[in-house]
């Protein structure tokens, strides 16, 4: 199995305080991590530098994907006046590795209303994004995380803000793109007894990683403790 | 009434007031394409900080006996990486930091105007500008300026949306935003610098502020923001030139007040629509 993403021995501290520390592991293609662990545990931390938004760490991360879609646990810009439609923000998704001036091409819209489709959000492609709910902007920014087909999917607990009904597609949807289309999703969840997730391997991080490995192991595990 | 008329026609044959008129389209189309990003990215005071910046830098190029805007745009542009780098290194809040570097700049400014007589009259023209007095080599400066925030703006148009928006995002996507927010910091200096013939150091903050906010009433996407806010800004320039002709009023205080007067017209307009 080829790797997609290598971690090896990262430490990432704020002053003196390590907030991950000697974690390593390699995530194979077609993986799909539930990345697990209390609040404080460097999830985010972890996934930050992975995303390469945290650069003062020391080990290495290597990622041998061309695209890598993100999917936040909520809009970074609160801004309900923000005057950008749903259909610009969704094309931001395409502007990694454009040459400039990053013109969107024909083809780019077609994609951009595939995407929106396939996600049940075509009707509102006019509207500012301000104006919508939680669980449509979620859905808005998984269809901005996407719509460059990323090989990897890297989401930050986004299933907070989803209504229960779009919980279940929006399961239903990630199962199918890690078995159709083949992204590897590494998911920071707390959602951890979700019997629709189609995850294989679980990371338990609490600073330091307590477990990596595939799930069914990981009960065993667990039900040996409580045994 | 036929007496303005006769002002206005005799006005508009004149050469000073095309100059005017020229000048004014150029400065309102810089600041009204760079104020979508410095409203929303929370920075609407950058223009205000930096003119403070230029009464410094106009201070001083008047006792060197240097045209002013030579001395302004490498300063201002300066001042403007020194707020950047004290919000980055420092951990001083944005609008902390151009408060400091501008109060700074205009104490500076005042203490070599006093210090030296003769020239704070011309230093008052520079306070509150006067488009009907451009020179040629004002015109030459403004054209070459603004297309080159016009023609930058327009290449990483996609890139500052992005930076605007989310920055997170836009470092996920590999964008470069340290350098992203230093030329957008270069752009606003060259525009404030630009602007303050036209308004002056006080007021040339309004010309990147209101046309925005006048936009935001109305449009529904970021690329309508900008036109709007292109007409809104290109339509007060012009109208507030007229009617400082007409009625003998300042011409960059007429263009402000013009643009406060839009704003009202057009947030009523919005408040009346939701209301029927």
Redesign the interface.
């Known amino acids: 199995m080829n790797s997609i993403l290598q971690v090896e021995n990262l430490n990432i501290a704020y002053g003196h305080d390590y907030v991950v520390k000697d974690v390593s592991f390699t995530v194979n293609q077609r993986d799909y991590v539930n990345i697990i662990g209390p609040n404080g545990a460097g999830k985010t931390t972890l996934v930050k530098a992975i995303l390469g938004l945290i650069n003062e760490y020391q080990g290495s991360i290597n990622i041998h994907a061309n695209s890598v879609g993100y999917l936040p646990q909520k809009t970074n810009n609160n801004d309900k006046m923000f005057p950008a439609s749903v259909k610009e923000i969704v094309s931001l998704g395409l502007l990694a590795k454009r040459k400039y001036p990053k013109l969107l091409t024909a083809s780019d819209n077609k994609q951009i209303e595939e995407v929106l489709k396939k996600l049940g959000i075509y009707h509102l492609r006019y509207r500012r994004i301000g104006e919508l709910s939680g669980g449509e902007q979620q859905r808005v920014l998984l269809a901005r995380a996407i719509v460059n087909n990323p090989q990897i999917l890297i989401l930050d607990e986004p299933t907070s803000a989803l209504d229960p009904h779009f919980k279940h597609e929006f399961y239903q949807f990630l199962n199918r793109l890690n078995q159709e289309d083949g992204v590897t999703i590494l998911h920071i969840t707390h959602d951890t007894g979700n019997k629709e997730s189609g995850y294989n391997k679980i990371l338990y991080l609490n600073r330091t990683i307590l477990y990596y490995g595939l799930k069914e192991n990981y009960q065993e595990i667990k039900e040996h403790h409580h045994a | 009434m036929r007496e303005m008329w006769e002002t206005l026609i005799e006005a508009l044959s004149s050469s000073f007031i095309h100059k005017a008129i020229f000048v004014g389209i150029l400065v309102a189309i810089s600041s009204s394409l760079l104020g979508?990003f410095l409203v929303?990215k929370k920075y609407s005071f950058i223009g205000d900080g930096l003119a403070h910046v230029s009464f410094g830098t106009i201070a001083l190029a008047l006792v060197l006996g240097i045209t002013p805007i030579y001395v302004s745009v490498p300063l201002v542009i300066l001042a403007s990486f020194l707020i950047l780098k004290l919000n980055e290194k420092a951990d001083v809040h944005g609008d902390a930091a151009i408060g400091l570097v501008s109060s700074f700049s205009v104490a500076l400014g005042y203490i070599i105007a006093s210090s030296t007589s003769g020239f704070t009259v011309n230093l008052s023209n520079y306070l509150f500008g006067d488009i009907l007095l451009v020179s040629n080599l004002d015109i030459y400066l403004s054209l070459i300026l603004s297309v080159i925030v016009v023609l930058t703006v327009?290449?990483?148009?996609?890139?500052f949306?992005?930076l605007t928006?989310?920055?997170?995002?836009a470092?996920?996507?590999?964008?470069k935003t340290k350098r992203l927010n230093y030329l957008l910091s270069i752009l606003t200096s060259l525009t404030v610098v630009l602007g303050i013939r036209v308004v002056g150091t006080m007021l040339i903050s309004s010309l990147i502020i209101f046309p925005t906010v006048i936009?935001?009433q109305i449009?529904?996407?970021?690329?309508?923001?900008i036109i709007y806010s292109l007409i809104v800004s290109i339509l007060s320039i012009i109208l507030g030139i007229l009617l400082a002709i007409i009625l003998n009023t300042p011409p960059g205080a007429t263009i402000v007040v013009i643009n406060g007067i839009i704003f009202i017209f057009v947030y009523l307009l919005k408040v009346l629509r939701y209301k029927w």
């Open positions: 979508i929303l327009l290449y990483f148009y996609n890139d949306f992005a928006y989310d920055e997170d995002f470092q996920v996507l590999g964008l936009a935001l449009a529904r996407s970021f690329k309508k923001t």
